[in-house]
C-alpha cells in the first residue's frame, strides 16, 4: 500500500517538478545561494532503504515507462498541409492549380479551411468557383461553417460575394439566417440602407423582425435613436404576422432582451407584457407549456432591465422590478430557474441591496436553492467580510463557505483570512484554505509564517499533496531551508523523502539557471532518485552544450542510464545545434535518440532552418530520411512552396506531387 502511495505522489507532482522551466534571477539566488556548502547543510535527505537503496524498484525505470516507439506515427497523424499549399499557390499565381487542388479535397474541416484560406488571400474569384463551380453536393458545410465563413466574408466587406454565396443554399430557412446575420455585419459597419435593402430579401416574418430588431440596436448604438425607434416598430409589427404562437413569443423574447440592452425599459417592459398575453390567451392545453418555455426569458429580461436601472441610479424601480423577476423566478418550475438566482443574487450584491439579499436567500432556500457559493466570494470581493460572516452562521455548509470566504479575502486581508482558516473545523478544508494563503505570503517573501500555516496543515489526511507543492513554491524561490522544513511536516515517510530529494533537484536546476554550473553538478550527485537525478543531469548538460563547453556535455549524459532521458538530452543538443546553423553536428546527435518520433521531430526541425536558410537541395535530403510519410508531405509541400516563390514552378510541382501522392490527391501539372 505505501509503495502505491508513493508511486502515485511521484506521479502526480511529477509535471509540476520536471515540466516548467524555473526562470529565476542571478540577483534572487544571490541571497540564497552563495555556495553549495552554505546553501545545504540542512538539507540531507537520510538514506532510506525505501528509497535510496532501492530507487530503481520504486519507480519505473524509464526503459520500461510506456513510450511511443512501438508506435506508427502515420496511423495518428492527421494531414493539415493544404490550406498553406493553396495560399501559396494563389501567391505564386498558379490560381488553376490552387483550383484544382481545391477540387479535389473531400474532407469538410480542409474544404472550410481552403474556403478561409482563399478569403485571406483575397483570391475571391477562386472561391466562388470553388463553391458553385464544383460540385460540392458531397461536402456541405455545417451550419456553423457557413456562418464563419459569411462573417469573414462580411468583414472583408465583400457584401455582394456574400448575398451570391447565400443564392447557393438550399434550406430556405439556413438562407433566411444568413441573410440575418449579414444584416447584423452591415448595421455593425454602418451600412444602414444596404442592410434595409438586405432585410427585405428576407421572406420570414421571424427572421425579418430579428433582423429588423438587430438594425434598430446598431443604430441606437449609433446615436440615431429615431432611426432606431422606426426599426423597432417595424419588427413589432413584422413579428405579429407571425402565425405561429411559439415563433412569435420566441420573438418577442429577442426583441425584449434587445430592447432592455439598449436601456429602453418602458418599450421592454411593453414586451414582456404582451408576451404574457399572448401565453394566456392560447389554448388550455398550450398554456402551461408556453407559459413555462418562456418563463425563464422574461425573469432574464426583468433582470436586464434593473440592472440598467441600477446603473442610472434609479433604485426605487430597479429593486421593484428585481422584485418582480423573484416572483416569477419559481411561478412553475424552480427546477428550471438554472443560473438565475446566482444572477439575483450577484445583482444585489453589487448594487449593495443587502437587506434584499437576505430576503432572497431565505426565499431560494424555501424552494430548494442554494446560493451561498455564490454569495460568499461575491461579498469578500466587495470587502464585506463581516456580512459574509453573518450570512455563513445561518447556512448548512458552513465549513465550505467559510473555506470560500478565505480563498476570497486572503489576498485583501491575510491577517483577518489567517484567523477565519483556523476556525475551519474539518481538517481537509482548513488545510487547504491555508494552502491558498501560504502561496500568496511566499510571493511576499513572509516565509516564516508560511513554516508556520504548513504546521496547521500537517495534520490533514493526504496532507503531502498541499505540503508539496508549497515546498516547490519555496524551492523554486530558492527558500530550500523553509522548504525542507515544509517537507518534515510530511506524514508519510516514503512521500516525506520524496519530496526532500525534489528540493535537491529543484536547487539544481536554479542553480543551472544562475550559471552555477559547477555547484550544480554537485547538488545533483546528491540525489539518490534516477529519475530527478537524471532529470537534473539533462538539464546541466543542456545547459553546457548550449555554453559551447560541448565535450563536458556529452561526457555527462554517458553517465545517464535511462535510453529515454538520453534520448531527450540528444534531441535538445540537435536543437542547439540547428540554432548556430550546425546541420551535420545535429545529424550526428540524431544518431543518438532511440525512439521514431523524437527521431522526426529533429530532423524536421533541420529541414525546416534548412529552408529558411535557403539551403533547399539539402532540406530535400533531410526529407528523405523520415520515418513518417506524413511528416514528409509536410515538409515537401514546405519545400515546394519555397521554390515556387522563387519562380522555379515546375521545381515546386516535381516536389509537391509526392506530398499530394500521400494525401491521396491527384498531381498538379
Not at 156 to 177: C, F, G, S
Not at 216 to 229: D, P, V, Y
Not at 556 to 570: D, K, M, N, W
Not at 603 to 609: E, K, P, V, W, Y
Request: charged share 20%; proline share 3%; hydrophobic share 45%.
Amino acid at each position: 500500500m505505501y509503495l502505491q502511495l508513493g508511486i502515485k505522489f511521484k506521479l502526480f507532482f511529477a509535471a509540476a517538478i520536471f515540466s516548467a522551466p524555473f526562470f529565476i534571477t542571478n540577483s534572487a539566488l544571490s541571497s540564497s545561494i552563495s555556495s553549495t556548502e552554505e546553501s545545504f547543510p540542512i538539507i540531507s535527505c537520510p538514506p532510506s532503504s525505501q528509497i535510496a537503496s532501492t530507487s530503481e524498484d520504486t519507480e519505473p525505470p524509464p526503459e520500461s515507462e510506456p513510450t511511443v516507439e512501438d508506435l506508427d506515427e502515420d496511423e495518428w497523424r492527421s494531414l493539415n498541409f493544404l490550406p498553406s499549399v493553396i495560399r501559396g499557390l494563389v501567391e505564386a499565381n498558379q490560381l488553376d492549380a490552387a483550383l484544382q487542388l481545391a477540387s479535389s479535397i473531400t474532407d469538410i474541416e480542409e474544404y472550410f479551411a481552403v474556403l478561409i484560406t482563399l478569403i485571406d488571400v483575397e483570391a475571391y474569384e477562386q472561391l466562388w468557383e470553388v463553391m458553385t463551380q464544383i460540385d460540392t453536393q458531397h461536402i456541405n458545410l455545417y451550419p456553423q461553417q457557413l456562418h464563419r465563413l459569411i462573417s469573414t466574408l462580411i468583414s472583408a466587406r465583400k457584401y455582394d460575394l456574400t448575398m451570391e454565396l447565400v443564392q447557393t443554399i438550399d434550406d430556405p430557412a439556413l438562407q433566411n439566417q444568413v441573410r440575418q446575420q449579414i444584416v447584423s455585419g452591415l448595421t455593425e459597419a454602418g451600412e444602414f440602407e444596404r442592410a434595409q435593402d438586405v432585410i427585405q430579401t428576407i421572406d420570414s416574418s421571424a427572421f425579418q423582425a430579428t433582423a429588423l430588431m438587430n438594425s434598430a440596436k446598431a443604430l441606437a448604438n449609433a446615436g440615431l435613436r429615431e432611426e432606431a425607434q422606426v426599426a423597432f416598430e417595424s419588427a413589432r409589427q413584422q413579428a405579429a404576422s407571425i402565425d405561429d404562437t411559439r415563433e412569435y413569443l420566441s420573438v418577442l423574447a429577442y426583441i425584449a432582451e434587445t430592447l432592455a440592452t439598449l436601456g429602453w425599459v418602458d418599450e421592454a417592459l411593453e414586451t414582456l407584457s404582451q408576451m404574457s398575453a399572448l401565453a394566456i390567451a392560447s389554448e388550455p392545453n398550450n398554456r402551461y407549456e408556453l407559459g413555462r418555455r418562456y418563463e425563464r426569458s422574461k425573469v432574464e429580461i426583468l433582470i436586464a432591465i434593473s440592472n440598467h436601472l441600477f446603473e442610472i441610479g434609479n433604485i426605487e424601480r430597479a429593486n421593484q422590478i428585481s422584485q418582480i423577476a423573484i416572483d416569477n423566478l419559481f411561478e412553475l418550475n424552480h427546477w428550471s430557474a438554472g443560473s438565475l438566482p446566482d444572477e439575483i443574487a450577484t445583482q444585489l450584491i453589487i448594487y449593495q441591496q443587502f437587506d434584499r439579499l437576505f430576503e432572497w436567500n431565505r426565499v431560494a432556500n424555501e424552494n430548494r436553492v442554494q446560493l451561498g457559493r455564490t454569495i460568499v466570494p461575491l461579498l469578500a470581493q466587495n470587502d464585506q467580510i463581516d456580512l459574509a460572516l453573518e450570512f455563513i452562521e445561518s447556512e448548512p455548509e458552513r465549513d465550505d463557505l467559510l473555506g470560500l470566504l478565505v480563498e476570497n479575502s486572503y489576498q485583501q486581508n491575510p491577517n483577518r483570512a489567517y484567523e477565519l482558516a483556523l476556525t475551519i473545523q474539518d481538517e481537509r478544508t482548513r488545510a487547504i484554505s491555508l494552502q491558498w494563503m501560504a502561496h500568496h505570503l511566499i510571493d511576499l517573501g513572509a516565509y516564516e509564517r508560511v513554516v508556520t500555516i504548513a504546521q496547521h496543515m500537517s495534520s490533514a489526511q493526504l496532507n503531502a499533496d498541499g505540503l508539496g507543492f508549497l515546498m516547490i513554491h519555496l524551492s523554486r524561490v530558492g527558500e530550500y531551508e523553509h522548504a525542507a522544513q515544509v517537507v518534515e511536516l510530511i506524514s508519510n515517510s516514503r512521500q516525506r523523502e520524496y519530496f526532500c530529494q525534489s528540493i535537491l533537484f529543484l536547487a539544481s536546476v536554479n542553480l543551472v539557471n544562475a550559471n552555477q554550473t559547477e555547484q550544480a553538478l554537485q547538488v545533483a550527485s546528491t540525489i539518490t532518485l534516477r529519475s530527478q537525478r537524471e532529470e537534473a543531469l539533462l538539464r546541466i548538460a543542456t545547459d553546457l552544450f548550449q555554453k559551447g563547453e560541448e565535450e563536458q556535455a556529452l561526457s555527462l549524459v554517458e553517465t545517464i542510464q535511462g535510453s529515454l532521458a538520453r534520448s531527450r538530452a540528444f534531441e535538445g543538443f540537435v536543437f542547439a545545434s540547428v540554432e548556430i546553423g550546425n546541420y551535420e553536428q545535429a545529424l550526428q546527435f540524431i544518431r543518438e535518440i532511440s525512439d521514431d518520433i523524437s527521431r522526426s521531430q529533429s530532423l524536421q526541425a533541420i529541414t525546416r532552418q534548412l529552408i529558411l536558410d535557403g539551403q533547399y537541395d539539402r532540406a530535400l535530403e533531410i526529407i528523405g530520411m523520415y520515418s513518417s510519410e506524413r511528416r514528409q508531405a509536410e515538409d515537401w509541400s514546405r519545400l515546394a512552396m519555397a521554390f515556387m516563390e522563387l519562380g522555379e514552378i515546375d521545381r515546386g510541382f516535381d516536389i509537391l506531387n509526392p506530398a499530394l501522392a500521400i494525401a491521396n490527391l491527384p498531381p498538379l501539372p
